[in-house]
């Protein structure tokens, strides 16, 4: 976005049998192959959301405990210590997990808390308690103006400064406390101009990938030991006009979200190859779902479905990932936020819901959180919605 989820045997012999019947059915008639994505683990157990504020007056992160069922209820405010920007801020991941132990996927964790604080230029670690409360333990300089993004792979973090037109990297103590590694200082392309969005590490850690939306390249930058950057920035033209969120499957490829210029009807979504080069190869690309202003991405953890959110169409689209990258549009509407604007969204740890930050009309109006349940086919259903955000709160997770 620019400017602005019976007991007995013959019973159980009973179940199978209409459970083979049901599949054999499904074959014969085409039902989608959206009920294949359906996430291989089911754990319904209770969690918790987070969701970052941005305010100038002190920027705070809301915790929200998620019952079985995927609904919400508010449990605690907790002070980062830093301030925001108290605007709008078109990033994503401002605010993930990570976890103290090396070689995790980076946002997957669930011990440690990592929060951009825009207005001060500088990041906050918390402590994620047994209870999923939270305990600040460390706040450090971003190494640059406006950071808006952090990405996490066992104890190296890299923060991307969106003002200043730099990534700068940090090692994680176990205690969550942040060192800046001398030397990991990198500039973007193009710099300050770039409007850069996400970074966010590969799922082996040896690259980063940044996205610029103004200047519609995607760059790399291999890591080497220690975390410090080897090579980089790595210029890759995006396949589409103005690349922004991105996530990647298990497999390691890179999906990218297209807003193109918030043109109406060109919202998309490419599939890349990350080669050991740095460079990108596309595997999809700019498959379009139709929609307006397509900015985040998520992807459930068996890697099957994608979730984008439509900015100005209000709305979210869903995509079949196959297992080499290839995307299929699944629905161009799988929720409709009744006209306002879908931003940030974050998958439960099973992802059996999905919840979405949603801005409610033009600046200074509050926002809301909403819950969906990701249904067999890929349809969202609206579970519930949480007001009491503020105007100009950025950054969502979930557990």
């Known amino acids: 976005m620019q400017g602005m989820t019976i007991g007995g045997t013959r ?8 459970v083979l019947a049901l599949c054999a059915l499904a074959t014969a008639v085409g039902i ?7 996430p291989d683990n089911d754990r319904s157990g209770p969690g918790t959301v987070w969701a970052m504020t941005n305010e100038t007056a002190g920027n705070r992160v809301l915790t929200y405990a998620r019952a079985a069922d995927g609904t919400l209820t508010e449990r605690g405010s907790f002070s980062t210590g830093g301030t925001g920007s108290g605007g709008f801020e078109g990033s994503s991941n401002g605010l993930i997990l990570g976890e103290q132990s090396p070689g995790n996927l980076g946002n997957r964790g669930n011990h440690l808390l990592f929060a951009t604080n825009t207005g ?9 308690r047994p209870d999923d409360t939270l305990e600040l333990v460390e706040r450090e300089g971003s190494g640059g103006l406006e950071p808006i993004s952090i990405t996490v792979h ?3 973090a890299y923060v991307l400064n969106n003002v200043s037109g730099n990534i700068q990297g940090f090692t994680v103590a176990g205690n969550g406390e942040l060192t800046p590694i001398p030397g ?9 101009l770039a409007d850069v969005a996400q970074i966010a590490f590969t799922p082996g850690g040896d690259t980063l990938v940044v996205t610029g939306k103004n200047t519609n390249v995607i760059d790399t930058y291999l890591v080497g030991r220690g975390g410090v950057v080897t090579a980089g920035p790595i210029p890759n033209r995006a396949n589409g006009i103005t690349p922004f969120g991105m996530a990647f499957t298990q497999r390691g490829q890179l999906l990218t979200t297209e807003g193109h210029l918030t043109t109406q009807g060109l919202g998309a979504v490419s599939s890349y190859d990350v080669e050991k080069d740095g460079t990108l190869k596309v595997i999809s690309g700019t498959v379009r779902n139709f929609r307006s202003d397509t900015c985040w991405v998520v992807i459930s ?7 984008v959110t439509n900015v100005t169409s209000g709305d979210i689209s869903s995509y079949r990932v196959e297992p080499d990258g290839t995307l299929v549009l699944l629905q161009s509407i799988a929720a409709d936020t009744g006209g306002l604007f879908p931003i940030d969204e974050a998958l439960s740890g099973n992802s059996k819901y999905l919840y979405a930050r949603v801005l409610n009309g033009p600046t200074g109006l509050p926002g809301t959180i909403r819950a969906y349940r990701v249904e067999q086919d890929g349809m969202l259903t609206l579970l519930q919605t949480v007001p009491g955000l503020p105007p100009g709160a950025i950054g969502l ?3």
């Open 120 to 128: 001060s230029g500088d990041v906050s670690v918390f402590r994620v």
């Open 11 to 18: 019973a159980r012999r009973l179940t199978l049998t209409l």
């Open 154 to 156: 066992g104890n190296i």
């Open 301 to 307: 953890d068996n890697g099957k479905l994608a979730y």
């Open 32 to 38: 989608p192959a959206a009920a294949q994505a359906q």
């Open 184 to 192: 990991s200082s990198r500039p973007v392309t193009g710099g300050g």
């Open 397 to 399: 997770a979930a557990k």
